[in-house]
């Protein structure tokens, strides 16, 4: 473990961006931990958030004590840190036997040298970067190129985010967070397997191979799926340009992927109306252990639903259409909650071309068989003269 005290006493200076803690064996004390620089009445000092279930606890300490803090946390409680400074990024990996591996590469722009001796000292202070709660931080943070950033052109060579390109850049990270709470349960041990549907221009499909491959040293092999030819060979040759072996896209809809044995994630963001519905029966089928999906296009119980008591509401047309979308997406969180999913509904950010905000995920609950069919959600269909795609799917 002397070598990861080294690493953190060069990492927790001022050039830390953030550092997070993840893969924990004692849930009970805490699932998740990140650490970052704040400037509290001009002293640096770097604070830690705990997340223990639904609980958030905050910590500031000083560089000697965070380092202590940290190693206690590496032996007893996390399996697996990410550490990212303003010249490197670096996974620290710890095995059952206590093994430590740590792997790190530099950032575009740092100079030689930088490596092991920009964090050496802490140095005058960029009261600018540090002020408490004032810079918010991205996974993907402003100011630093990333690859596949610069050929969507989200950002400029020099890592400046494109003015018009500002609300995407906010959407990829928004995306990359969603990702990073449900990280530990994905596998460390093998090949993660990925399916992206819909991906389109494929913004947040690169963001994830980027956050998951490069960020976090994980193993994984993403398939995006989409309709358009002309987008298809773009995506395919930014991929082979950046070199992202295991990213590729093919053309076809949610009907061709029949030859998967199993996927660890299934993806579906903007898929018009049905298209989330079969997505979603795709993920349920294979087992998949996360689904993130973002359902754009209610059209179907726009058309069916009635009834009596909430007429004086659906007869407005406005109305009923949001009504209905958002019966929509209940119904298909219940419904894969009885399909053995722990499942949320949060709020994206606003898709390109369309409104919709809601993003359905379900993590598969592990050891315990789906949940027997409700009466209440069949109820629910009954009372509203509904018949959901996915329902009649699964």
């Known amino acids: 473990m002397e070598n990861l005290r080294e690493l953190l006493k060069n990492s927790i200076q001022k050039e830390l961006q953030q550092m997070i803690l993840s893969n924990s064996k004692n849930p009970e004390t805490g699932t998740k931990v990140k650490v970052r620089p704040v400037l509290l009445k001009g002293e640096l000092y770097f604070q830690e958030t705990l997340y223990r279930g639904t609980q958030v606890f905050h910590d500031n300490k000083s560089a000697s004590d965070m380092v202590d803090r940290v190693m206690y946390l590496m032996e007893h409680v996390f399996r697996q840190a990410q550490v990212s400074t303003s010249v490197q990024d670096i996974t620290v990996l710890v095995s059952k ?17 930088e490596l092991s001796g920009a964090t050496a000292g802490a140095g005058r202070v960029d009261t600018g970067l540090l002020e ?3 810079t918010k931080h991205y996974i993907l943070p402003e100011g630093h190129p990333v690859d596949f950033l610069i050929g969507l052109g989200v950002q400029t060579p020099d890592g400046k985010i494109a003015k018009a390109r500002y609300d995407k850049f906010r959407q990829i990270n928004r995306y990359l967070e969603f990702i990073e709470d449900i990280l530990d349960q994905l596998p460390a041990d ?15 499909t690169f963001a994830m191979y980027h956050y998951l491959h490069t960020q976090q040293g994980r193993d994984i092999e993403v398939v995006g799926y989409d309709l358009k030819e002309d987008v298809i060979k773009k995506c395919n040759a930014l991929a082979q340009q950046l070199g992202y072996k295991n990213l590729s896209f093919r053309q076809g809809d949610i009907s061709d992927c029949e ?39 209610h ?14 509401i659906l007869k407005y047309g406005v109305i009923k259409e949001r009504v209905a979308a958002l019966f929509t997406d209940a119904l298909r969180a219940n419904l894969l909650e009885e399909r053995g999913y722990n499942t949320q509904i949060l709020e994206f950010i606003d898709m390109e071309h369309t409104p ?9 609950r592990e050891g315990m068989r ?6 209440k959600v069949t109820r629910l269909m009954e009372e509203l003269h509904v018949k959901p795609t996915l329902g009649e799917l699964i």
């Open 299 to 312: 059209h179907e119980l726009n058309g069916q639903i009635q009834n009596d008591m909430l007429q004086p």
């Open 370 to 375: 789906p949940a027997v069919k409700t009466d």
């Open 132 to 134: 408490h709660n004032r």
């Open 190 to 204: 093998r090949t993660i397997r990925i399916v992206d549907f819909g991906c389109g221009k494929s913004y947040l």
């Open 356 to 364: 919709k905000n809601l993003m359905i995920r379900g993590v598969k």
């Open 259 to 297: 030859d998967k044995d199993s996927v660890d994630m299934v993806v579906s963001l903007h898929a018009c109306d049905k298209a989330t519905d079969y997505a979603l029966e795709k993920a349920v089928k294979w087992g998949a252990k996360v689904i993130m999906a973002v359902p754009c296009c």
């Open 97 to 113: 036997k206590g093994t430590v591996t740590i792997k790190s590469k530099k950032k575009a722009g740092a100079k030689r040298g």
